[in-house]
Nanobody, 118 residues
């Protein structure tokens, strides 16, 4: 019953910026975590950043100081600055819902391509 729709990917030069957006719709519990993951060719999927409904945030070491995650009622954002070629990947939005320590749902967007190249 949850759908995630992503937008904002594209082709940018090194040092440039992009802003990704992901809007969630459907039945969403008040306590949840939304985040961004990415997968580059030849690499495993990795967490980029996530943000809980209570406000706690996690970043991958590789993006600290360059990326900023934020959210409002229905949308999570990822502001990406000082982009590097190694940031090139498909970026996936994620929503994870839990009650009393038990994960009840784990949902994914279909991905948006980010390419950083000169």
């Amino acid at each position: 019953q949850v759908q995630l729709v992503e937008s904002g990917g594209g082709l940018v030069q090194p040092g440039g910026s992009l802003r990704l957006s992901c809007t969630a719709s459907g039945i969403i519990f008040s306590i949840n975590t939304m985040g961004w993951y990415r997968q580059a060719p030849g690499k495993e999927r990795e967490l980029v950043a996530d943000i809980a409904s209570g406000g706690s945030i996690n970043y991958a070491d590789s993006v600290k100081g360059r990326f900023t995650i934020s959210r409002d009622t229905a949308t999570v954002y990822l502001q990406m600055n000082s982009l590097k070629p190694e940031d090139t990947a498909v970026y996936y939005c994620n929503l994870r819902q839990a009650r009393r320590g038990v994960t009840l749902g784990d949902y994914w967007g279909q991905g948006t391509q980010v390419t950083v190249s000169s």
